[in-house]
Structure formats: structure tokens, C-alpha cells
């Protein structure tokens, strides 16, 4: 039996492609009455919403605009480029800082390869000071795409670790929004119009920050098919960006095999070790995840991300707290201001009935992100329960 959900998929996607078609050509005060007449009748079609919502943004209605960002969201909570605009909506028209990041670290959790979340937590580390933060989630970037011009860029503004000179911070506004683009549908494939050209002003620059922030859900590109022509070696560079490419589809097998096929290459490629590890344990094999976590984090001592995964590996898969716990109080006393370590270390302290400490770290993190919501929430049950006091 048919769902309600799918059947306004099944009869709201012929309907609604021929509405996107009429508002391509039209301006956008009659794009958004079209949309509004399709939701009229399909009020729960996600798309939809979140098209609507670009519009009013371009149009000016900030408030109709946050409306329907968040019931798309809401209708369709695991589309990326829904949450993606929220975040963005958040943090450049409300300011809503905590929320943006919020929604962008759960992105990381289910995509950690995402290159736009990572760029965008960087931009909102910049945006708020936190310039350590900031290199962290750009230095990553960079590490799965060596040639990505953002992450290059805001890295050269940044000042050497230990040096004191304030790097100049992007001003993120709406204005850095691209033109609304509208989604092909998956099937039947179609000539996919040209988009609207991007309201930019002259002067703007080529890849600014935040220039492809609202944007409509695209189809995930179908993966070319490989030649059974003979070919030639492709390098480790090559393997990795191919491994990258398939591990971004979703094609997390076919990502393992490219990755193991590159440590035939370089056994001591520690960002292959690390991507690995993360992919493995998504499919499940933990045995195999721990020990690429384990050699990435002994290629690399002195590298953060890797010797965090391997700590929440340890904690979480196999309730190694102690463990865990010592891993992250080293990070933490290079990085004391690092949220995503201090929340870490709360986490195991409250599991292991440790609750004056995880007391003193959770007001830690509110000292520094005064609107954490989850900091606040742990804090208020520590209260409730009067567990603090222990």
C-alpha cells in the first residue's frame, strides 16, 4: 500500500515540473504565486517549500522565506541541501549562529566528507573568532580536496598558529546567494533549461564565501561506468580523489575498495587510513574500522581529527571510556577552547558517573557557546537529578 508521502511524490512531481518551467520564464512575484497555487494542492510537497523559500528570499520576505526553509526541512529532515539552506538561512539572515552550526555538525555526523559543511563550519568559526576552529575544518577540506580555491584562501588569511595578527573575517550577507536554480526530475531525464543568472554585483569575486548557499535539491549524479579498456596506473592522488567522488554518492563499498587499493600503493597514507576507518565502521565492520583509526592516528599523532575519530570509535563501539577519556584530556590540553572535545569529554564523564566533572565541562562549553543547546539541556539534567553534587 501507497503512503500518503509517495503518493504526493507520484502526483505532484509531473504537476510541479511543469510549474518550474513556467517560473523559469517569468518574474518572481509570479513564480512564487505559481508555487503557491501547486502548494494549495500539495501542501506537504518538500521541494516545493524549499523552492518558495529561495524565492521569497530573493523577493525580500525574509520571514515568508524561514517559513518555508523550515517546513521543508521538517517534511524532508534528511535532505542535505534542505538542511544546508536552513543552516544558511540561520547564521546569514537571522544570525542565528548556534543553530547553523548545530545543523551543520549533524551533516558531518551522517557526511563526513561534505566539503561544503566543512567550508561553512569554517566560515562560521571565522565569523565568530574562533580562528583555530576555523583552520581545523578548512585544513580537512583540504585533505580531501587538495585544489579546493575556499579553504586556500581563508587559510591564507588566517594567521600562523601562535601568531597574534587578526585574520579579516567574511561578511556573509544574503546578497552572496546565487540565483535560484530548479531541480530535474530523476526520472524520466529530461534536456535540464539553463538557470537564471546569478544576481552577483559586478565586482564579486569568482568563488566568494557562501556564493552557493540556497540552492534546490539536485539529483545525485548517476556514477559513469567503468571502461573495460585497459588503462594506465592511476596514482594515489587519483585513487583517493575517485574513492572521495564514490564515498560522497554514497557508494561506500566501492569507495573501500578504491581506498585499500591505494594503501597497496602508500601503506602509510594516513588520511586513507582515517577515510577508512569512518567508512568501515558505516558499514558496520568495527574490527576493521578500529584498526585503520589506530594506524591513521599513528601516522599522524599529531593530528586532531584523527585521534578524535579514534577516540569516538573507542567510546562509542566499544565502550572503551577509559581509553577514550585519555585520548580526548590530550587534545583538549592543546585545544582548550575545541567545543566538539569538550563535549566529548562531558559525555564520558557522565557515562562513567563521573558527574562533577562532567558538570565543570559542560559550564565550560557554555562559557565559550553560551547557546549550545545540548550543553544546556545535559546541565539542566544534571540539576534536575541533583547528580552534580556527587
Not at 504537476?15 to 506537504?44: A, C, M, N, Q, W
Not at 526541512?73 to 542535505?80: Q, T
Not at 567574511?170 to 535540464?192: E, F, K, N
Request: net charge negative.
Amino acid at each position: 500500500m501507497i503512503n500518503s508521502q509517495n503518493l504526493i511524490l507520484i502526483e505532484g512531481a509531473a504537476t510541479y515540473e511543469r510549474i518550474l518551467s513556467d517560473v523559469r520564464e517569468v518574474e518572481i512575484d509570479e513564480g512564487i504565486r505559481h508555487i503557491k497555487d501547486f502548494l494549495k494542492i500539495y501542501p506537504d510537497f518538500a521541494r516545493a517549500h524549499n523552492d518558495l523559500a529561495v524565492l521569497c528570499l530573493r523577493a525580500g520576505d525574509s520571514l515568508k522565506a524561514l517559513a518555508h526553509h523550515e517546513k521543508a526541512h521538517k517534511l524532508d529532515p534528511a535532505n542535505i541541501t534542505y538542511q544546508k539552506n536552513l543552516a544558511d538561512f540561520y547564521f546569514i539572515e537571522l544570525e542565528w549562529t548556534g543553530d547553523a552550526i548545530h545543523i551543520y555538525l549533524d551533516i558531518l555526523k551522517d557526511n563526513p566528507f561534505d566539503i561544503e559543511a566543512l567550508n561553512a563550519l569554517g566560515y562560521i568559526s571565522l565569523q565568530i573568532g574562533r580562528k583555530e576552529q576555523a583552520r581545523q575544518y578548512f585544513s580537512r577540506t583540504l585533505q580531501l580536496d587538495s585544489n579546493n580555491q575556499n579553504a586556500q584562501q581563508a587559510l591564507q588569511q588566517l594567521p600562523a598558529p601562535g601568531e597574534s595578527a587578526a585574520a579579516p573575517q567574511p561578511q556573509a550577507t544574503a546578497q552572496s546567494a546565487p540565483a535560484l536554480r530548479m531541480q530535474q526530475p530523476a526520472t524520466p531525464p529530461v534536456q535540464p533549461a539553463p538557470p537564471a543568472p546569478p544576481v552577483q554585483p559586478a565586482s564579486a569575486p569568482a568563488t566568494p564565501p557562501f556564493q552557493d548557499l540556497f540552492k534546490v535539491a539536485q539529483p545525485a549524479p548517476a556514477t559513469a561506468q567503468p571502461q573495460k579498456q585497459s588503462e594506465p596506473p592511476r596514482s594515489a592522488n587519483q585513487l583517493y580523489k575517485e574513492g572521495l567522488q564514490l564515498a560522497n554518492s554514497g557508494k561506500n563499498d566501492e569507495a573501500i575498495k578504491l581506498l585499500e587499493k591505494l594503501l597497496e600503493q602508500e601503506p602509510d597514507h594516513a588520511v586513507a587510513h582515517n577515510d577508512l576507518g569512518v567508512l568501515y565502521q558505516k558499514s558496520g565492520d568495527i574490527n576493521k574500522s578500529r584498526r585503520h583509526h589506530e594506524e591513521a592516528a599513528r601516522l599522524q599523532p599529531a593530528n586532531k581529527i584523527f585521534q578524535k575519530n579514534l577516540a569516538d570509535l573507542l567510546c562509542v563501539e566499544f565502550n572503551e571510556l577509559e581509553e577514550a577519556l585519555s585520548i580526548y584530556i590530550r587534545l583538549q590540553a592543546k585545544a582548550p577552547q575545541d567545543i566538539e572535545i569538550l563535549k566529548a569529554i562531558a559525555s564520558v564523564c557522565l557515562s562513567v558517573g563521573k558527574y562533577a566533572d562532567a558538570r565543570f565541562f559542560l559550564e565550560r562549553i557554555l562559557t565559550l557557546q553560551p547557546w549550545d543547546r545540548e550543553a544546556q539541556q545535559a546541565l539542566k539534567e544534571l540539576e534536575t537529578a541533583g547528580k552534580d553534587k556527587i
